[in-house]
């Protein structure tokens, strides 16, 4: 009983220490963003060169406030934007992932695609906005289209990075126990390059967002990209800033959601 009850004892002490750990880690991310907006209103405060035409932190959350946090039309402004980056990050995974392990697994078929691809890579997503408007019948599949592009180029080349690291002696191990190539493919080459494609969707999603918006900026009537640019026609630095704050938000829940996929793919790595 002693035992059970020492070993119960230091369970519980352990639990308890990892839950003082993370509330650390919060204080200090609380500390970090309060002293932001600290740094942020002293700037206003003291028409810092840069600041004098940048509205102060109590008026930016003024006006989200007053004018957004409770209508329908700023949340339906998350809702389309995360509507298409979710689109374009899903089909940039379904084609970039399997264009990655056939580019890195079969030499004639990188023979013959790859001259393409590393042409088409250095090409930003917003250069291809022009002509993703004259090809696709709406601007909400150019759109998608965009974001799609934006991380498409990324995770295939992680994928394909992640094939050609494999160790040769991992194949020829396998091929020497009677393993055929499409075994190889499966059993070996796609557990191998799962954190190739995790960092692939890390940094896949921050781009998504970025070319997202760009996009709505220039071709969209809805989403926080034109919720920002909208601020700046009308000359409302708030609602610039609101639509700042916004997105950052979105992108990093976005982050955590894949952060959270990642811990799925790859458990062996967070455990202690």
């Known amino acids: 009983m002693k035992g059970e009850k020492g070993k119960w004892r230091e369970i519980q002490s352990r639990k308890i220490s990892e839950v003082m750990k993370k509330l650390r880690l919060n204080w200090r991310a609380?500390?970090?963003?309060?002293?932001?907006?600290?740094?942020?209103?002293?700037?206003?405060?003291?028409?810092?060169?840069?600041?004098?035409e940048i509205p102060g932190p109590i008026e930016v959350v003024m006006v989200l406030f007053n004018d957004f946090l409770f209508t329908k039309d700023y949340w339906h402004s998350w809702f389309i934007s995360?509507?298409?980056?979710?689109?374009?990050?899903?089909?940039?995974?379904?084609?970039?992932?399997?264009?990655?392990?056939?580019?890195?697994?079969?030499?004639?078929?990188?023979?013959?695609?790859?001259?393409?691809?590393?042409?088409?890579?250095?090409?930003?997503?917003?250069?291809?906005?022009?002509?993703?408007?004259?090809?696709?019948?709406?601007?909400?599949?150019?759109?998608?289209f965009i974001t799609f592009i934006g991380a498409f180029f990324i995770i295939t080349i992680n994928v394909f990075e992640g094939?050609?690291?494999?160790?040769?002696?991992?194949?020829?191990?396998?091929?020497?126990?009677?393993?055929?190539?499409?075994?190889?493919?499966?059993?070996?080459?796609?557990?191998?390059?799962?954190?190739?494609?995790?960092?692939?969707?890390?940094?896949?999603?921050?781009?998504?967002?970025?070319?997202?918006?760009?996009?709505?900026m220039i071709a969209s009537d809805s989403g926080l990209g034109r919720l920002t640019w909208e601020g700046y026609v009308s000359s409302t630095a708030p609602v610039v800033i609101v639509g700042m704050i916004s997105i950052g938000l979105a992108g990093f829940l976005s982050t955590f959601l894949v952060d959270l996929l990642e811990r799925r793919m790859m458990p062996w790595k967070y455990k202690k």
């Open 82 to 144: 995360f509507e298409r980056v979710l689109w374009g990050f899903l089909i940039a995974q379904i084609l970039g992932i399997p264009l990655g392990l056939f580019l890195g697994s079969s030499n004639l078929f990188r023979n013959i695609v790859f001259p393409v691809f590393e042409m088409m890579r250095p090409i930003p997503p917003l250069a291809w906005v022009p002509l993703s408007i004259l090809f696709w019948p709406t601007n909400e599949s150019s759109i998608i």
């Open 30 to 52: 609380i500390i970090s963003i309060v002293s932001f907006f600290v740094l942020w209103n002293f700037c206003v405060l003291f028409h810092v060169s840069g600041f004098t």
């Open 163 to 216: 094939v050609q690291s494999i160790k040769k002696e991992h194949i020829w191990l396998a091929k020497s126990l009677g393993a055929s190539k499409a075994r190889i493919f499966i059993k070996v080459m796609i557990p191998a390059v799962i954190p190739a494609v995790a960092v692939g969707m890390s940094l896949g999603i921050a781009v998504t967002w970025n070319v997202v918006i760009a996009a709505e």
